[in-house]
């Protein structure tokens, strides 16, 4: 019997540590994909990777880039089309889609608008080195870069109409290039012409800078000029394809406009109040009429809120950002945004008193 349990226990010893061995083997491995498990559920904390050791290396490059940059520079480069892309996933609607209503308008290109000068991470740099000198400099130069981008968009209108056609490029690349910007040597396109118009009217109202008002009465005035021709022409089949080219291109967009007036507290305040509190509600109207029970919001038309400065390490447009791959977070402080959405063309009307 004595024998018998000292083989018994050997036998229950080797194979104890038989079963620890193969336990410590499997929860090796296992750990391995528990890791993994772990490091997706976590990886806003930060992933680590080829694809975001890229992203990282350019966007130091870049925050590099512009840190050697005047702000005459950082203005005069706001016309790179190509920067506004870098980092915005663009949803590809027909251009026809443009002339049915403005609601439709509203959704698939006035909301729009307002998200390619935040992409741009230029934009921001914009901004903080505006808010650090004096007023009246910043809107000297706002106001010199609205007029000078203005005067090419107003010829390449004329040509335009002229011609029946408006150039859709985007941009001129630099090949093999670090990110994705334009060639020094090539012109501006009205891609980055426009978006550099838009840019400069959102800091001048971020800033509220009163000075470069006369500038914004401009824009509008054009903007208008452009939005009479768009409802001057049929809807033919053969006129189609110009007018959505034309409302797509314009600087018509009456909550951006609306939203550059806040440039100066003193522009039709009373209107401002109105306009502020009114209600914003998200769903069209012919889909409110078939379904008058979905809940109505609450929100109003115009917005705040905030996002991450320029040297943040990725945006909120980014992609690494937008995955959670890469923490949004400030590097120095938060940007405090406002704009209005939903304006309609007769609260337009309305406050510019047509």
């Given at each position: 019997m004595r024998r018998k349990t000292i083989y018994f226990l050997l036998a229950f010893i080797v194979v104890n540590v038989l079963v620890l061995v193969a336990g410590l083997h499997w929860r090796a491995q296992r750990q391995t994909v528990v890791d993994e498990m772990v490091r997706r559920a976590e990886r806003y904390q930060g992933a680590t990777g080829d694809v975001i050791t890229a992203f990282d290396n350019k966007t130091d490059r870049w925050i590099a880039e512009m840190k050697e940059e005047p702000i005459e520079v950082i203005l005069q480069k706001l016309t790179d089309g190509a920067e506004y892309v870098e980092s915005m996933f663009?949803?590809?609607?027909?251009?026809?889609?443009?002339i049915y209503s403005e609601e439709v308008r509203e959704q698939t290109l006035y909301s729009k608008d307002i998200c390619f000068p935040l992409a741009n991470r230029r934009f921001r740099k914009a901004y903080e080195d505006l808010r650090k000198i004096d007023k009246s400099k910043a809107a000297e130069l706002l106001t010199?870069?609205?007029?000078?981008?203005?005067?090419e968009?107003?010829?390449?209108?004329?040509?335009?109409?002229?011609?029946?056609?408006?150039?859709?490029?985007?941009?001129?690349?630099?090949?093999?290039?670090?990110?994705?910007?334009?060639?020094?040597?090539?012109?501006?396109?009205?891609?980055?012409?426009?978006y550099a118009v838009h840019s400069c009217i959102m800091l001048a109202s971020l800033l509220e800078l009163q000075e470069v008002r006369p500038a914004i009465e401009e824009v509008v005035a054009f903007a208008k000029e452009e939005y009479e021709l768009f409802n001057s022409i049929e809807d033919e089949i053969e006129t189609i394809p110009f007018?959505?080219?034309?409302?797509?291109?314009?600087?018509?967009?009456?909550?951006?406009?609306?939203?550059?007036t806040l440039c100066d507290p003193s522009?039709?305040?009373?209107?401002?109040?109105?306009?502020?509190?009114?209600?914003y509600d998200p769903i069209p109207a012919d889909i409110r009429a078939l379904r008058p029970d979905i809940p109505k919001s609450t929100e109003t038309k115009l917005v705040e809120f905030e996002i991450v400065d320029w040297q943040s390490r990725a945006l909120e447009f980014d992609m690494p950002g937008r995955d959670g791959l890469v923490p949004v977070?400030?590097?120095?402080?938060?940007?405090?945004?406002?704009?209005?959405?939903?304006?309609?063309?007769?609260?337009?009307?309305?406050?510019?008193?047509?």
């Open positions: 663009q949803v590809m609607f027909s251009d026809a889609v443009f010199k870069n609205i007029r000078g981008n203005l005067k968009l107003r010829v390449m209108f004329q040509k335009a109409k002229q011609t029946g056609n408006f150039d859709s490029t985007i941009a001129h690349p630099i090949t093999d290039f670090y990110r994705y910007a334009s060639r020094p040597d090539s012109p501006p396109t009205h891609f980055g012409l426009r007018k959505a080219a034309l409302i797509k291109r314009s600087l018509y967009n009456p909550s951006l406009l609306l939203t550059a522009w039709n305040a009373e209107k401002h109040k109105i306009l502020a509190a009114t209600p977070v400030p590097h120095e402080g938060m940007i405090k945004i406002r704009y209005y959405r939903g304006i309609t063309d007769a609260e337009f009307n309305d406050f510019f008193e047509k």
